[in-house]
């Protein structure tokens, strides 16, 4: 059974720093793209962060510049370093896993901005 399983999250001053991880039970998790979503209360969820197997990485307009996806293949992990929180980023944290027609979504972790 496929698990992706995020930590990391927590209640984290304005300004502040954490890093997300995801660690997914993929045989094949080199293959996969990997991605972080967002979901803010009452909002829709949407994608903050992706990497793609060969490295390449995309971010939303709202994060680039302070948010930085990676992976370790080796562990079977992605990570989200997050920099500069704003009371904004308030959300729960998604992971999502794509390759071809396989999709898998982690249980969230929540990401409290708050002073």
């Known amino acids: 059974q496929v698990q992706l399983v995020e930590s990391g999250g927590g209640l984290v001053q304005p300004g502040g720093s954490l890093r997300l991880s995801c660690a997914a039970s993929?045989?094949?998790?080199?293959?996969?793209?990997m991605n972080w979503y967002l979901q803010a209360p009452g909002k829709e969820r949407e994608m903050v962060a992706s990497i793609s197997a060969g490295g390449m990485t995309e971010y939303s307009h709202s994060v680039k510049g302070r948010f930085t996806i990676s992976r370790d293949n080796a562990k079977n992990t992605v990570y989200l370093q997050m920099n500069g929180l704003q009371s904004d980023d308030t959300a729960v944290y998604y992971c999502y896993a794509i390759y071809g027609p396989d999709r898998y979504w982690g249980q969230g972790t929540q990401v409290t901005v708050s002073s």
């Open positions: 993929l045989r094949d998790f080199r293959f996969y793209t």
